[in-house]
């Protein structure tokens, strides 16, 4: 085709217009009748005619096709483009100002298929900046999409355009909206300055310091209503909301089971930021907060030192605790690296502590094969049975100061009932009998002195025969199990067991499950765990060495979980009072024997060191602060917060900028919880039925369930004081157990919108014959501190620099951490932040024995593996090659999701899992990206 003309255009292009206007209006009407679609190429001004000649080419064209911005390599991902065709297709349009006809050329030697126009048409792009603010794309999507096909058959839909068009022109309508600067932190900066008032967000004065860049505001509505009725506060910070490698902070207070967020920082650090430059602006931070009138009584964080540090320095009178479920994910993945040794145990520390440590229980790499004292064996390939001691009918309190009672051989006979008659215990006092769990149920005596230990046998020599030992099925875990289902069977509760493993807001219920699951734990790790105890050798050399078997982790969760449960305000099945200190003795007797009749030496020492030691007792024990228990064990009302941003907000953006984020999370995350604050602190439904809270809906739920177990045996139950001493209670999230609940009776609908879960006892105040007791604390005011222990006095010394003069006990300062993530996959929790299920996987943090291998060696035995593959690839020997796929698969998955993240276009969401249950997500933890990508 090759037409020349000249045609008056006036219809379509009117004289008022530009040319260039003018011109671009006859190409479209060009276009609509051939099928084609001309773009502009370039113009020509002719000054004899005064008018000006307009080119423009066939879109289809293949030599007016536009180079790749960026040359296609191997790793390029597939993209595909329109055919284009050889069609040498021009329109030249000859316009002049005031001219009513257009001198026309058009030229096209090859027909080809129709162009098909997908642009968003300008009533769709209208409706997009009407609505931009108040709708997401999806919403406005599928809008179009209604619009569009109504009364359309199949045939006669024309949708050229797809999703991706709306996305692309309401992010560019967006932008006007929070992009006020050409650089992304000024300009979040500008909005909040500028725009922070109407949105109730006001600036923080927290300076950065060398190397880093900081950027921190507070929600002013929040902070004035309820900082001063912040009694517990958790901090926690997240990674890849942004894609400037900012690490954002959020502290998030507890409104009556609720989680509001006050206040938020964003850090990013280079490498000129000296150590610790991390926690001095989170210091600084938190200040800023207590400056506001925020003074808990509870602080929580996951285990970065950074955190732990800041907190304890700000408000060192509170009691800080450890979010539970990290730490017990520490312990699960410590425990699983058998390949590692423990970090230097002191063991004269620990025994000057407690006396009945023994100097010589250190790990296979402290023992010394030449002093005369015996190495250590290996541990058992299951657990050893446990044997459950009963004094005056109940189970004993593990008292260091008590005598120690040891079990003959005889004295077992006698009360299996396998021994000579003559031995029946008919002289036993009655009050100071103990009995070994047996279906026989027969008791002895206590030896006495002389016949503690049969002649000529040591206090620490095992007694041997046949009657002590157990076959492969005896010495399984079931017998090393909770306290309360071992003291449970010596009474005859049999229902208890099934009790707690059906109940999801039960602790024991949780660990179980979250130690079943392996999705945090690399696959390879437990491959050259020995099968049999023959294979197991220890010894700083020994290639079997072997630090935590597979079947000994569970009993040490379990235990742990006993003892960051218990607290002196809640009684337990022996009926002693304990104080803290107490308990912790108790406590680290109960781990300790338990490694040493099972010969974990190892194990005992990272335990003491990372966990039991007196610094350490402090950071995640309740009983550490006798004074009250506070409401949440965990940080998960912080990680509730991140999976909202994340999953609601931030996933309709690719790695967005830093001022976006912050947009997105004033606009688009605050907002929810506005709400919910407002019908904590207002009566939003005076006159109407009460609506419960999400706290109020989960206990009520929880309440539900226990009221449906049926009550066997007899228990010390006071609803008055809202305890009972079966043991259950500390393990509840809502500190309930079935005698509690089932000694309440039926609650009145009305009493459900007032339910409260107080500090101190009676920790919820049920109504009795009617009356419903006083609060036994007041909650707001900051009424908390008259009872805080004034140990220490808070500085308000802005300087961190002088507070390293500041001498706080127990407060053990250490390195701050690189900047890392929340966990990949979190337990299901309520939106009260109270986790249900025991399973997934912590926040990173460094654990204490691990070996800091220098980043250059990294690099050069990776490169170094690199060149001996590429050695052996000619001839290889395919054993060799296997082998060294294997051993290499965690290196290999580590790269493979490092190479996705980047390639994806869609932002992760928060606790996500990768491929096939893989850590695609913890592997990206700090990546920063490169300007180049």
């Known amino acids: 085709m090759q037409v020349q003309a000249r045609v008056d255009v006036v219809a379509a292009a009117p004289l008022e217009l530009p040319p260039r206007e003018r011109a671009a209006r006859v190409a479209k009407v060009l276009g609509e009748f051939t099928n084609l679609h001309w773009t502009y190429e370039a113009k020509r001004d002719r000054k004899q005619t005064k008018t000006t000649q307009f080119s423009y080419s066939c879109a289809q064209s293949a030599e007016r096709e536009h180079k790749e911005k960026v040359p296609k390599t ?84 024309k949708l050229g355009f797809s999703s991706k068009a709306v996305y692309y022109h309401w992010l560019v309508v967006s932008r006007e909206e929070w992009k006020l600067d050409d650089d992304p932190i000024k300009s979040a900066r500008k909005f909040i300055l500028e725009r922070g008032e109407e949105h109730g967000i006001a600036p923080l004065d927290v300076p950065a310091e060398p190397g880093t860049e900081v950027l921190a505001f507070q929600v002013t509505d929040f902070v004035e209503e309820w900082a001063k009725n912040t009694q517990e506060l958790a901090m926690d910070s997240t990674w890849n909301t942004n894609g400037a ?58 285990k970065d030192w950074s955190e732990i540090n800041a907190m304890r320095a700000v408000w060192p009178n509170a009691k800080h605790q450890l979010c539970f479920w990290h730490a017990l994910r520490a312990i699960k993945q410590r425990l699983a690296k058998n390949k590692e040794h423990p970090a230097a145990y002191d063991a004269e520390a620990a025994h000057e502590k407690f006396e009945f440590i023994d100097l010589n229980f250190v790990p296979a790499a402290q023992q010394d094969p030449q002093a005369d004292i015996p190495i250590i064996p290996p541990p058992p390939q299951n657990p050893l049975p446990r044997v459950r001691l009963l004094l005056r009918g109940r189970p004993s309190v593990m008292m260091a100061s008590c005598p120690k009672i040891v079990l003959t051989r005889e004295a077992i006979e006698r009360a299996l009932g396998t021994g000579d008659e003559s031995d029946s215990p008919d002289e036993a006092d009655d009050t100071e009998t103990f009995n070994v769990e047996a279906a026989s149920g027969s008791s002895v005596r206590p030896p006495k002195q002389g016949e503690m230990y049969e ?119 022996h009926g002693e009072t304990r104080t803290s200190d107490d308990i912790w003795r108790d406590a680290v007797a109960e781990m300790y024997h338990h490694c040493r009749a099972n010969n974990l030496c190892d194990v005992w020492a990272y335990l003491w060191n990372s966990w039991y030691s007196p610094s350490r007792w402090s950071l995640w024990a309740r009983a550490a602060y006798s004074t009250g228990i506070p409401c949440k064990r965990t940080t998960m009302m912080v990680e509730a917060l991140w999976r909202n941003l994340k999953r609601l907000v931030l996933h309709l953006y690719n790695r967005p900028p830093i001022d976006l984020a912050v947009y997105a999370i004033i606009t688009k995350a605050i907002p929810p919880y506005r709400l919910t604050l407002f019908n904590i602190v207002t009566d939003s439904r005076a006159g109407r039925s009460q609506k419960l809270t999400q706290s109020q809906q989960a206990l009520k739920r929880s309440w539900t369930r226990l009221t449906k177990v049926v009550i066997r045996g007899v228990y010390q139950t006071d609803i008055t004081r809202w305890t009972c001493d079966c043991g259950a209670q500390k393990y509840h999230a809502y500190l309930l ?25 009676p920790f919820y105040t049920v109504p009795i014959n009617g009356v419903t007791a006083d609060p036994p604390e007041p909650t707001t005011n900051r009424a908390w501190l008259t009872r805080m222990p004034k140990t220490y006095e808070e500085s308000d010394v802005e300087d961190m620099d002088v507070m390293d003069d500041v001498e706080i006990p127990e407060f053990e300062r250490r390195p701050s951490s690189p900047i890392q993530s929340s966990p990949e996959k979190a337990p299901a929790t309520g939106r009260d932040g109270l986790m249900r299920l025991g399973a997934g996987a912590g926040g990173g943090f460094d654990l204490d024995d691990e070996d800091d291998v220098d980043l250059d060696e990294v690099i050069r035995l990776l490169r170094h593996a690199a060149e001996i593959l590429e050695e052996q690839r000619e001839e290889a020997d395919p054993r060799f090659i296997n082998n060294a796929k294997r051993r290499m698969r965690g290196a290999l998955t580590w790269t493979r999701n490092i190479e996705q993240h980047i390639a994806r276009r869609t932002l992760p969401k928060t606790n996500a899992q990768g491929r096939k249950g893989g850590q695609a997500a913890v592997d990206v933890v700090g990546y920063r990206y490169q300007e180049s990508r």
């Open 74 to 157: 191997d790793k390029t991902r597939d993209s595909r483009r329109m055919p284009r065709f050889h069609c040498n297709g021009w329109l030249h349009i000859v316009a002049g100002r005031d001219i009513a006809t257009m001198d026309i050329t058009v030229k096209h030697e090859v027909e080809h298929v129709a162009y098909k126009d997908i642009y968003l048409p300008d009533k769709w792009k209208e409706y997009i900046r009407d609505n931009a603010r108040n709708q997401t794309p999806g919403q406005i999507w599928r809008h179009i999409v209604r619009e569009e096909l109504r009364n359309q058959t199949l045939r006669k839909i």
């Open 245 to 302: 490698n900012f690490e954002m902070f959020a502290a998030v207070a507890d409104a009556k089971g609720s989680g509001i967020p006050l206040a938020f920082l964003l850090i990013r650090t280079t490498k000129e930021a000296v150590p610790g430059s991390k926690q001095t602006i989170l210091e600084r931070f938190l200040r800023k907060l207590r400056a506001l009138g925020v003074h808990p009584e509870f602080t929580l964080s996951d």
């Open 455 to 573: 002649e000529g046998e040591s206090e620490d020599e095992d007694v041997e025969g046949e009657g002590m030992v157990a076959d492969d099925e005896e010495r399984s875990d079931a017998g090393n199990f909770w306290a309360d289902r071992a003291e449970a069977e010596a009474w005859g509760d049999e229902e208890a067991e099934p009790d707690w493993a059906e109940i999801e807001d039960d602790l024991r219920h949780q660990v179980d499950e979250f130690a079943e699951d392996d999705s945090d734990i690399e696959p390879d790790e437990n491959e050259d765990v020995p099968a049999t105890s023959e294979e197991m050798r220890t010894g700083p050399s020994c290639t079997d060495y072997v630090f935590c078997p597979l079947s000994h982790r569970l009993p040490i969760l379990r235990l742990f979980a006993k003892h960051a449960s218990q607290h002196p305000l809640l009684p337990e099945r």
């Open 737 to 761: 157990c079935k005698h509690l609940v089932h000694a309440a009776g039926r609650l009145s609908p009305s009493w459900w919108p007032s339910a409260v879960r107080f500090h101190l006892p």
